[in-house]
């Protein structure tokens, strides 16, 4: 859509709806992604609303009620009671029906839009709910698929009944046809959505990758933990769970016993930790544990680590595209990932000279690549200097929120 005869009134701003299950200052990464955007559209002379709920997506934290209604950044963001999800799939349906209502009375029947965005949390439902609502209301839709599902639960077993997956995948499908355009992470996302397609009708699709995870305190100086003594230090931060595979990182951490000048850190929680744990401590493999802690921590570990670690499971990397790898990126960490060979995530690694890539599940091949870079130091700084050129080049928060303004302009009025 052009912008001209714009005149930089707010007449000429659209009316937008972002939609997310969480929202700032609740914890989740997206959360904090999503506030840039709003802000971004914001300061673009646009209209926009929120859709979300009271901050819950970590039970253990002390979750403070947010006014129901209120303007964050010039946005009106608008808080729905859910109650934490965790571990509770009754509650999580429950609530993406309680969400998928909110979507219909804030869209429909309260106010039309321009423009209404979602993103897949949660999956499907979400998405599926808010298609079918700008669809009533004629507005556009605009479909953020930071992951592909249902494809991803049926890696994960989430999904594992075939006629859930189907009745999903049929769903997640349309839904997609209905977007203007499905904002994905990678051209391997873009092309899982292609072969989906039974018909030839294949979605309207834009790669538009996520820029490192914003900070919203100020830097850190000390770390709050003692850092490793060792020379090298491999960094893996975030979270802790399956999709990873980081048993064959144990498992090459584990031949590399001997290395008195090599430690793997890990900065995380998840449901495979406490086997982690165990795996390191039995094996005697130089391992350290540091638990759960705030980004301006993990991107202050960031800069100090040697390396930074990057795993998917076998054909993930179809669906997803790790995020934390543009956080190691923007403060020069070089990034060590373990994936398909073919996969946009290591060419962009490997091409740009920002670290290694290696195949995913060998962990002979994941120990001899972190000796690789243990060794040679001044190829190791060579890294950290292209992995901060790649940073600001392709995933700076100026270059990807200009593209998000992009698909965000106010029609011609001439």
Known sequence: MSSAGMTGTEADGLKVLAIHRYYWPDTPPYASMLRA??????????????????????????????????????????????????????????????????????????????????STSPPVLAGWFTALAARLSGARFVYHCMDVHPEIGRISGEFRNPAVYHLLARMDAWT????????????????????????????????????????????????????????????????????????????????????SDIRLLMMGEGTEKAALEKQAAESGARVSFVGHLSVSVAKAAMKKAGAGFVSLVPELYRYAYPSKTMTYLEQGCPVLVAVEPESRLAADIVE?????????????????????????????????????GLAEQAFSPEVVLARWASLVRPVDKN
Request: net charge negative; aromatic share 6%.
């Open 37 to 118: 955007i709003v802000r971004r559209w914001v300061g673009e002379g646009h209209h926009v609303d929120v859709l979300s709920s009271q901050p819950s997506y970590k039970a253990g934290l002390d979750n403070e009620k947010q006014p129901a209604k209120e303007v964050v950044d010039g946005a009106t963001v608008y808080r729905m009671t859910l109650p934490s999800e965790a571990g509770r799939p009754l509650i999580r349906m429950l609530n993406a029906l309680r969400l998928g209502l909110g979507i219909f009375i804030r869209a429909v029947l309260l106010r039309r839009y321009d423009v209404i965005m979602v």
């Open 176 to 259: 997609c046809r209905q977007a203007n355009p499905v904002v994905v992470l990678s051209q391997d996302m873009a092309d899982s959505l292609d072969r989906r397609s039974e018909s030839g009708a294949v979605p309207q699709t834009a790669v538009i990758n996520n820029f490192s995870l914003p900070s919203e305190s100020e830097a850190v100086g000390d770390l709050p933990f003692p850092w490793p003594n060792e020379p090298f230090v491999l960094l893996f931060a975030g979270n802790i769970g399956r999709f990873q595979g980081l048993d064959v990182l144990m498992n090459a951490m584990a031949q590399l016993c001997e290395r």
């Open 352 to 388: 740009n000279s920002a670290g290694l890539a290696v195949q995913g599940g060998d962990a002979d091949e994941l120990a001899q690549a972190i000796a690789r870079l243990a060794d040679d130091d001044k190829q190791l700084q060579k890294m950290k200097e292209n992995a901060a």
